[in-house]
Structures are given as C-alpha cells and as structure tokens.
C-alpha cells in the first residue's frame, strides 16, 4: 500500500520553523513568566516533553499554573547506517496536561536495499497525551514526592514497501504505550532524576511495528535520565532505555534482535524560547541481519518555545 | 546492566533526596557571609521593586528595612549567626495575590541577584533549595 507523497520539503519546514521562530521573537511577554529555564525538558524523539529518548514527568514549555505553552522541534539522529528526522509540536497546559504530536521518518538506506526495497523510508506518527498525577518536580526539595505522570503514546506507522513484511512477521503497524514518569529535581546538588516504567510492545520504537508471531503482549520497560545542571542554561546527563525485544525470535532467527538504547548529551537553553541539545546515542543493533554493527552516532534537537 | 543502572539511580535520588543541607555554617560563609548576605539583599530587593510583574507589590514598602530582614532570613536559615525577627512567610506575603508564576519570576530574580553577586551556581542552588518549600506559605492563588 503506498500512501499519497507527502509536499513538506525540508525548504517549506525550514520556513515554517523560521516563521515560528519570528512570531516567538514578535510577542516575548506571553512567555515572560513561567519556570525557571530547563525545567521544560526537551522534546522527546516521541514528542512528548522529556530526555531525548525517554519522556519525564514534567509538561513541556515554560507553562505554569494557569498558563499554557506550546513547543515546536526538529530532531536529526544520524547513525552509522541510518538516519532519523523527527518534527513535532507540544502543547501543555496548568503544569498538568500536554498533548503532542510527533512524525518521524526513518531512513532506511542501504538496509532498505538490501531487502530490495531501495529509498525505503520508515515513517512513523506519535499522538500523545501526559498527564501529570501528582507532585511538584521542582518546589519541594525537602520532600521525597517526585512529580508523577501518565502517559499514553499511540504510534501508527506507515512501512511502505516492507509492510508485508511486517504483516509476515506478526507485527502490527499500529500499537499504542502506556507510561508512568517521575521526575525529581534535586535542587541542592542541581541534579534532575526521571524514572520512566514504559509498557510496550514496540519494534525499534514502533518503526518495526509492533509486536510479533507468538510475542504478542506488552512488556514493562524502564528508563532512566540523570541530567546535571552546570548553569542556568547547560544541562549535561545520560539516559537508558531498556526496550523489549519482540521480533527475536523471528523467521529471521535473531536477525530482527534489538538492544537497549542509551545517549550522552548536552542540552542549552539561551532563553525561554530556544533550546538546543546535541548528543551521542547508541541504539544497539538495527536490523543485525543487514547491519550487523551498533548504531552509534549524533542526536541533534532544536526546540522553539512560546 | 539494566538492572544495576536503574539500582544506581535509585540509590542517587535515595541518597541525595532529604540530605538537603548539613548543619553547620558552610553555605553561610559561601554566600559571602554576613556582608554578603546584605549585598545579595540589597540586590535582589531592587530588582523585585524595578520588574513590571511583581513590582508592583512592593511600592510603599521600606526597601532597607525589607532587605535587611532578608538578610537575617536568609542568615538564619543558612546557619550564620543571626535571628530572624520577621513574620512567617505566610503573614508577611498574606495581603498580596500571589499565583506559582509571581513565585517563579520571583525565584529568576532572585538567581539574577545571586548571579551579579558573582556566587557559583550550585551555591545558589543549596540557597533555593531551602528558599523553594516556602511555597507552600507564599503562593496563595491558584
């Protein structure tokens, strides 16, 4: 099945993120408020306000009690053999609801190929929604009480030319995770912890679809970010996220096995409006059958806020 | 390895959680001391009275004589030897609507102060620290 092309160029979203960019510039006072720098998170590769990889209890943007913000990203993961761009946007509210929005394309390149599916492009969209439950990440240092918040993120992938494939496989291209986060800001030692329990069914992040013959129910995951903040505006941490592993065994026989991820990064915030956060990532094996060598290599993020 | 990671988190937040400052008079003397702790007063109170959001709150009021309770405030809570004759949090801000967002502009300018007063970061973290859970007396509108 293959779906209409879709027009954004990377000009036209180069545009429309400059236009953004402008209109944030245009009307600084809406923003003049709200919490203190970094403490918005970044955008997660899932949309959802976070780590790079793994999304935190805090909601996205500068918004607190009473005020809503909104939050737009581009993200480019360029591994050895692969490639992803992801763009989204995030919309919170009240420091207790956030709503996002990601698509994520996934260059498949000489793997695609080599499964005679030249050019073959993985794209994937995130609609998600957090709730926070309870708890303030931030304010209450002198107590144990992490912010804590649900999440529910539903993927829908559209696998072009490898979606027999995935069907074959017993993979579905839909699925949908459910998450529960807490964040705690150790404000005295200026470290930020997030626990993450993700249940998922997931291949590679629902990129493999989700899900396979015989491994059909979802697992409980963990992730874990430490960040460490150096100023005001430099956060560098780590994160881990364990993932499940559903297509191994699979008619491949261990061919389709994926690791856990991991990433260094460093994340700047000049002001409320701008952050930008760079990273190393290894994301394991992808696809070993073809690529039998760890997907290693650079995250790069540019958040605009509002 | 997934395992013992997410064991060395816990035992991070376990450890670091609630061990908030020891007792003693090291982060008084890291502030600057006393005459620091003035400085920083002076300061922060001048800002607060010239920024357009919580400025406001703070015509008529006696900048010396506030600063210098802030002073003494922050002197008492951080171990330094001085007495804070002040009213509690809750009376002192009782009569002004104070919403999450007043608190936090009032937190940024206070880093602000803290960052002319040229005081490293994790210092003035240890200060917010024991400043942040007087929230709960402060903010006093939804």
């Not at chain 1, 291209?173 to 997931?202: D, F, H, I, P, W």
Request: net charge neutral; with cysteine; hydrophobic share 45%.
């Amino acid at each position: 099945m293959r779906t209409a092309p879709r027009r954004t160029t990377p000009l036209r979203r180069g545009l429309a993120i400059l236009c953004f960019g402008l209109g944030v510039l245009a009307a600084p006072a809406l923003a003049a408020s709200g919490k203190p720098l970094l403490t918005g998170g970044v955008s997660s590769i899932d949309g959802a306000a976070g780590g790079g990889l793994t999304p935190w209890a805090l909601t996205g943007s500068y918004a607190t009690a009473n005020e809503s913000g909104l939050t737009a990203f581009i993200t480019r993961v360029a591994l050895q053999d692969y490639a992803l761009d992801v763009r989204g946007v995030a919309w919170s509210w009240n420091e207790r609801l956030e709503l996002s929005f990601a698509r994520q394309d996934f260059d498949t390149r000489a793997t695609g190929t080599a499964l005679g599916l030249p050019g073959l492009h993985l794209k994937q969209d995130i609609v998600a929604l957090k709730l926070r439950l309870a708890g303030d990440a931030i304010l209450d240092p002198d107590r144990w009480q992490p912010q804590w918040a649900l999440g529910i993120e539903h993927k829908s992938l559209d696998a072009d030319g490898l979606t027999p494939t995935l069907r074959a496989l017993g993979a579905d291209t839909s699925g949908t995770e459910v998450y529960l986060s807490a964040t705690k800001l150790l404000l005295a030692q200026s470290v930020l912890v997030n626990a993450t329990l993700r249940a998922t069914r997931a291949n590679q992040n629902g990129l493999l679809g989700h899900g396979g013959t015989g491994q059909r129910h979802h697992s409980l995951q963990p992730e874990v970010s430490l960040a460490w903040l150096l100023n005001r505006r430099v956060a560098v941490g780590a994160e881990y996220r364990a993932k499940p592993d559903k297509l191994n065994p699979s008619l491949l026989g261990d061919g389709l096995r994926e690791d856990d991820w991991w990433d260094l990064f460093v994340a700047w915030t000049p002001n409320k409006h701008v952050s930008l956060t760079a990273a190393y990532v290894d994301l394991g094996r992808i696809v070993p059958a073809v690529q039998t060598r760890r997907q290693t290599g650079a995250y790069l993020s540019l958040q605009l806020a509002y | 390895m997934k395992r013992r990671l997410i064991a060395l988190t816990l035992a991070a937040v376990l450890g670091a959680a609630g061990a908030a400052e020891p007792a003693g008079d090291a982060l008084f003397h890291a502030l600057g001391g006393r005459a620091g702790l003035e400085r920083l007063a002076a300061d922060f109170v001048d800002r607060a009275n010239a920024d357009a959001r919580v400025g406001p709150a703070f015509d008529g009021v006696n900048r010396k004589h506030l600063s210098r309770q802030i002073a003494d405030h922050f002197c008492q809570l951080t171990g330094g030897p001085c007495v804070y004759d002040g009213g509690n949090m809750k009376d002192a801000h009782g009569e002004t609507r104070i919403d999450k967002g007043d608190f936090y502009r009032v937190v940024e300018l206070l880093q602000d102060a803290m960052d002319h007063q040229g005081l490293p970061f994790a210092v003035q973290n240890r200060l917010l620290a024991l400043l942040a859970p007087m929230h709960r007396d402060i903010i006093n509108a939804p």
